[in-house]
């Protein structure tokens, strides 16, 4: 008989291999790696080749062959059956982004319907060309197409922020979804690259956006919206004034619900553009992509229920520190503030609820680091029943 150490050692092996192995394809593992590129590449591979999720029967059928939606023709955005998603790629966060993909496509009711929408900076250390190689390589049957951010678009327009990473010009991409996106997309979602999705995505696609609203977004009216903002703005004798009598709450726009042909129509690029010009000359504000954002759209945003982003999941911008969740329902995690899941998971730092991102990472040595604990798990356990 063995003895109730090595049973329970037995048990966790069991119990822990599966968070790596879940939802990965079945057969031979297969092992997905991309060759050349730069040498940063060798940082960013290799992931596991996801499940093949499939529609339903409840789902509408396409006409649309899924083989030209994923090279670049963009008459496939037409399709209205697609849900669209927009999201950025780039090798910093990629491990982020492929978790994300595969968090929508587990949990998508539609998953062949959706979409995705990558926006890749020119000068990434890893080529736009070999991002989306992995990505296809990950996802094969997934339909997407990667657009090039130039960031010299931005790049006169950024001022310095709280943390650099915020300065990064691709955090402006959500800027000209409107310039970069075909002209057939009339509507997308935005999702930042460190967020996990844990429901049906298309709820969130049906969201309506009432009146003349371009964006939807969860609103938090209980925070301080002028400490977004700083002593230069409010003593301004005209900056204050434009956006006096608005119920202003803040948003995240990590998550939003965005109009794109109102959008264009609006000229909402150059609005936001005109807040960075103005942040260059005085600082009104000290974070990066966000304040111009609700400088243009503050009480004007159709409000979508918060359980769509439990954001601050990466603690603040400078310590990081580990955060609960709110109260309530969640259908969308959010990592925002400077701590990432990946990042402190393979620092063995981790917070307890960056374990819920975990199941959805299919970085190959992430896979190997869980299997090597449950070995020394298995190990320890064992010496302990023979002493």
């Known amino acids: 008989m063995p003895s109730n150490a090595v049973v329970l050692a037995a048990v966790l092996c069991l119990f822990l291999l599966p968070t790596f192995s879940v939802a990965i394809r079945t057969g031979p593992g297969r092992i997905t790696t991309v060759s050349g590129g730069r040498n940063a590449f060798s940082k960013l591979g290799p992931f596991m080749e996801a499940p093949e999720y499939r529609n339903g029967k409840e789902c509408a059928s396409s006409p649309t062959n899924r083989e030209n939606i994923v090279s670049s023709s963009s008459s496939s955005s037409n399709d209205p059956s697609l849900v669209h998603i927009a ?9 982020g982004s492929i978790a994300a993909v595969h968090s929508v496509l587990r949990h998508a009711s539609c998953p062949e319907n959706v979409f995705f929408h990558f926006i890749a900076a020119e000068f990434d250390s890893a080529s736009p060309r070999v991002l989306s190689q992995l990505v296809r390589s990950t996802f094969p049957s997934l339909s997407f197409k990667v657009y090039i951010f130039r960031e010299d678009t931005v790049i006169n327009l950024i001022s310095s922020s709280i943390r650099q990473a915020l300065e990064n ?7 000209y979804l409107g310039d970069i996106l075909d002209r057939s997309v009339d509507r ?3 999702l930042d690259s460190d967020v996990i999705v844990v429901d049906d995505i298309t709820k969130l696609w049906n969201t309506v956006l009432t009146g003349t609203r371009v964006i939807g977004a969860p609103e938090y009216c209980h925070a301080n919206f002028t400490q977004y903002f700083t002593s230069n703005f409010w003593s301004d004798p005209v900056l204050p004034g434009e956006i006096s009598g608005r119920e202003a709450c803040y948003f995240n726009t990590g998550v939003m619900v965005m109009d794109m042909v109102r959008w264009r129509e609006g000229n909402y690029r150059e609005k936001l553009e005109k807040w960075m010009q103005i942040q260059k000359k005085m600082r009104i504000y000290d974070l990066g992509s966000l304040p111009p954002f609700l400088l243009v759209f503050g009480g004007d945003v159709e409000a979508i229920d918060h359980r769509w982003n439990q954001h601050g999941l990466g603690g603040d911008n400078i310590r990081g520190s580990c955060r609960s969740l709110h109260p309530g329902p969640v259908s969308l995690l959010h ?11 393979d620092e063995k730092r981790a917070c307890p609820l960056d374990r819920l991102w975990e199941p959805y990472d299919l970085y190959k040595h992430k896979i190997e680091r869980v299997k090597d604990q449950a070995l020394l798990w298995f190990a320890s356990l064992s010496e302990l029943a023979d002493d």
């Open 335 to 345: 990592w925002s503030g400077k701590g990432k899941p990946w990042v402190r998971l």
């Open 87 to 95: 999201m950025t790629l780039d090798s910093e966060y990629l491990r």
């Open 188 to 190: 997308v979602i935005y």
């Open 169 to 175: 010009p691709l955090n402006y991409a959500r800027n």
